[in-house]
């Protein structure tokens, strides 16, 4: 543990421990307890410790020579998801084994950021035809995210992509080409929506075209955070979830069951803490010499700082309902692994750094 980076490790089990607090809150209503969410997500709390500890232990560096073939496993996994998964909330997303569920497009981002610093290396990047074969290759996640269909895990996906591309110096003409090819294809992708994904985009426009059916979600949320005021109803008060009027409290909306009970006070404290996550990922990038780490790095940072923009977004009504989870915060074994992994990947690398640079002085 020699090197590891203090005030990042603080922030990851502040913020866990405030989202076991909460899922515990959230799932209490009206005869039934929470206890029982509280208790699995402590569960997948210890095996998160083991996944972050193992790759704190194996290093960054073998998970990078071992990207093609990480990367490889989670595309087969991905099509085999297809085929045999479990349809939930609308989507083919997840492997079921007894009464455990594992979600393969939450290992997928890790796995694509290790990819994106392989081709970082090796790719002639600063070209279009080195541009394009990045998206070819790491569109072939992308594109199976989108047959399940997961809209919110795609956008992921294209966030770090992006984020990926342009730490690694790519040509600034090629993200605006692409972009304005995408906002052209957007008529069309229209029509490849499924009818909810449809809905979500309408009602966030105006949630009263449907108040009681694609609509209530936001309605509901957005009654919750305005109604925490400034420092909220107090842990275990918020009515909204208590009493069911809030859809998916302690995954999708736990960030307004939070504002609701701590108030404005409380969202703001926890939305700094996430900065200061976010400010100690993007040093540890800074300080490396490492290409490959940076652009690892920038990717899975990209990741979880969009997942929260997100749902801290849809929550107040600002942005579509996609359904991601808050990092750290919401339930859900298979996001809290992944989440947990990606940040040891991090601290890898400022623990690397931070030993040769002792060794370097000796």
Same mark, same amino acid.
Not at 296 to 323: R, Y
């Given at each position: 543990?020699?090197?590891? =980076? ?30 029982? @969410? ?38 087969? &996994? ?48 600063? *070209? ?38 342009? *730490? ?37 426009? =105006? ?43 302690? $995954? ?28 100690? $990922? ?5 300080? $490396? ?16 700082? @969009?997942?929260?923009?997100? &749902? ?39 623990? *690397? ?5 002792? $060794?370097?002085?000796?």
């Amino acid at each position: 543990m020699k090197g590891l =980076d203090l005030t990042l490790f603080f922030c990851i089990v502040v913020l866990y421990f405030v989202g076991v607090a909460f899922i515990y809150s959230a799932a209490s209503g009206i005869n039934v307890s929470g206890i029982g @969410f509280a208790r699995r997500q402590l569960i997948w709390g210890a095996v998160s410790i083991l996944a972050f500890g193992a790759v704190l232990k194996i290093g960054y560096r073998r998970f990078l020579s071992w990207g093609y073939w990480i990367y490889g496993g989670i595309l087969c &996994c991905l099509l085999l998801v297809l085929l045999t998964g479990v349809v939930a909330k609308g989507a083919q997303s997840w492997f079921s084994f007894g009464g455990l569920r594992l979600q393969p497009s939450e290992l997928g981002k890790i796995s694509l950021a290790l990819l994106l610093a392989k081709l970082s290396l090796y790719g002639k990047l600063e *070209t279009l035809s080195g541009f394009l074969k990045v998206w070819a290759l790491s569109g072939c996640s992308l594109v199976l995210v989108l047959l399940q269909p997961d809209l919110g895990s795609a956008l992921v996906y294209a966030t770090m992509i992006f984020a990926a591309l342009w *730490t690694s110096g790519c040509r600034k003409r090629h993200f605006f080409s692409l972009i304005g090819l995408g906002l052209a294809m957007l008529p069309v992708g229209w029509h490849f929506l499924k009818e909810y994904q449809k809905q979500r985009l309408l009602v966030f426009v =105006d949630p009263s075209l449907d108040p009681l059916g694609a609509g209530y979600n936001v309605i509901q949320s957005r009654i919750a955070v305005g109604s925490g005021s400034i420092w909220g109803k107090g842990f275990l008060q918020g009515t909204q979830s208590k009493l069911r009027f809030l859809p998916e409290p302690h $995954t999708d909306f736990i960030f307004s069951v939070f504002s609701e009970e701590c108030g404005f006070i409380g969202g703001v404290t926890v939305l700094a803490i996430f900065s200061l996550l976010f400010w100690r $990922t993007i040093s540890i990038a800074i300080k $490396t010499k490492d290409k490959q780490a940076k652009v690892m790095i920038a990717a899975l940072t990209a990741w979880l700082w @969009f997942q929260v923009f997100e &749902c801290v977004g849809m929550s107040m009504g600002l942005l579509p309902v996609t359904g991601l989870p808050l990092p750290l915060l919401s339930y859900g074994g298979s996001a809290l692994v992944a989440t947990s992994a990606a940040l040891g990947l991090i601290a890898s690398v400022g623990m *690397t750094d931070e030993m040769e640079r002792q $060794t370097f002085e000796r």
